[in-house]
């Protein structure tokens, strides 16, 4: 736009998952998911109401600042995940993910958002709703294929089917190859 390049946000919403972080050599004890949420939580209840309008300025400062320059690529900010144990997740409320959203849709141009694979998720769940468009990276295995076509009926339920993408997550090489004991597999047929 006008020559600048779009101002990207990437969010590591599985709390359970340090992969963005790890990518992009971005650790911080300080600013990570974990205190984004803990920090929401001063302000949203569990039933998504806010319960002290005072402290919102402050809390959206908070999770702005939260997001840490890439270095290698100016105008990319990223929240990192952090490791969370069973009954710290269970303190995070699915609504905290709507506010992170709300709060910092209109900081970036862009704002890409790494969920958990499990649909029903907290941290899957409200963002699928919010998105303006899913992905979904399929490698070529029978189980990612076989659970991609059982998700399709429940993406199609949950009335978000039509903005899923996919993209494959390797070249496809219609060669013989043989498996660990040498028996020869037999080259998969693609169809359109």
Same mark, same amino acid.
């Given at each position: 736009k006008e020559g600048k390049r779009p101002t990207v946000g990437l969010i590591e919403a599985d709390l359970q *998952? &340090? =992969?963005l972080g790890t990518l992009l050599q971005i650790e911080d004890n300080d600013k990570n998911i974990k205190t984004v949420m803990d920090k929401i939580g001063e302000v949203v209840s569990s039933t998504g109401e806010i319960f002290d309008d005072s402290k919102i300025e402050e809390v959206n400062e908070f999770i702005k600042n939260s997001f840490v320059p890439y270095y290698k690529i100016k105008n990319l900010k990223a929240l990192v995940g952090s490791q969370l144990t069973f009954e710290e997740i269970e303190k995070i409320n699915s609504i905290y993910y709507t506010y992170l %959203? +709300? =709060?910092? %849709? *209109?900081?970036?141009d862009v704002l890409i958002v790494d969920t958990n694979s499990a649909l029903t998720h907290i941290t899957t769940y409200p963002l699928l709703h919010m998105a303006k468009c899913c992905y979904y990276i399929i490698n070529l295995d029978f189980n990612n294929v076989r659970n991609n076509l059982r998700?399709? +009926?429940? &993406? *199609?339920e949950m009335g978000i089917q039509n903005k899923v993408k996919y993209i494959l997550n390797e070249d496809i090489k219609n060669e013989e190859s043989s498996d660990y004991t040498g028996t020869s597999i037999e080259p998969l047929i693609f169809t359109a």
């Open positions: *998952n &340090l =992969s %959203i +709300d =709060s910092m %849709i *209109n900081e970036f998700y399709k +009926d429940t &993406l *199609n």
